[in-house]
């Protein structure tokens, strides 16, 4: 890579965590407005979440190998951009915030205790920053991103509002292939391939 190429690189992710953090701050004051007035916690939870993301993301370990193919890099952005998108509306979910609640703290948890499995090994691009196979890992291969999907379903339940249904559905479906990609990327390691045999499962114990 040349020293122009590194430059653009640095400053093309520089710009991707300036965006990002625009668009959590405009997040997290509507959330923060909706429990001032609801006391609604499942909104908090999905902050939480997201911001998991970011600090992860600036602390993440150099990959050994990166797909900046245009596909990864547009299903990276549909899958890490789309859940800043949501938003919190007024009205009751389809169910009790209680409820949703709990199932956004069961997300949430599946995502910390992956994560602090994985380190800083973590990543939002599909890249090759070794293999994990502790804690979580021992039963899906993409538990962090489980535990989004959970908050994500989460969080449309609790505000099922058109636009939130059609962003997440597009940021979890992006979210899905870019975990199927990410593995054609680990698979070139013999260690992850064989990571693979012993561990079927990419999302869900028993369903995929």
């Known amino acids: ?17 300036a965006v990002l953090a625009g668009l959590y701050v405009v997040l997290t004051r509507n959330i923060l407005i909706d ?4 006391g609604r916690l499942t909104g908090l939870l999905l902050l939480a979440t997201e911001l998991l993301v970011i600090v992860f993301t600036i602390a993440r370990r150099p990959a050994r190998r990166v797909d900046r193919s245009a596909a990864s ?3 990276t952005a549909m899958s890490v951009m789309g ?7 007024p009205g009751s979910g389809l169910l009790p915030d209680l409820a949703t609640t709990c199932l956004s703290a069961a997300g949430l948890s599946t995502t910390i205790a992956a994560q602090v499995a994985l380190g800083r090994s973590f990543g939002i691009i599909p890249a090759d920053r070794g293999v994990v196979i502790a804690g979580l890992y021992k039963l899906v291969r993409h538990p962090i991103y489980a535990g989004y999907l959970i908050t994500h ?5 609790a505000h099922p509002v058109p636009w939130n249904l059609v962003v997440l559905v597009v940021a979890d479906a992006a979210l899905v292939a870019r975990a199927l990609r990410e593995e054609q990327v680990l698979k070139t390691d013999g260690a992850y391939a064989a ?8 999302l869900v114990p028993g369903v995929f």
Do not use: I, K
């Open 1 to 17: 890579m040349t020293r122009q190429d590194q430059w653009l690189q640095g400053g093309g992710d520089l710009a991707a965590r």
């Open 35 to 38: 429990y001032r007035q609801t």
């Open 73 to 75: 890099l547009a299903l």
């Open 83 to 89: 859940p800043l998108l949501v938003r919190a509306t």
């Open 153 to 157: 379903l989460a969080f449309a339940v």
């Open 195 to 202: 990571y693979c045999e012993r561990v079927a499962w990419h």
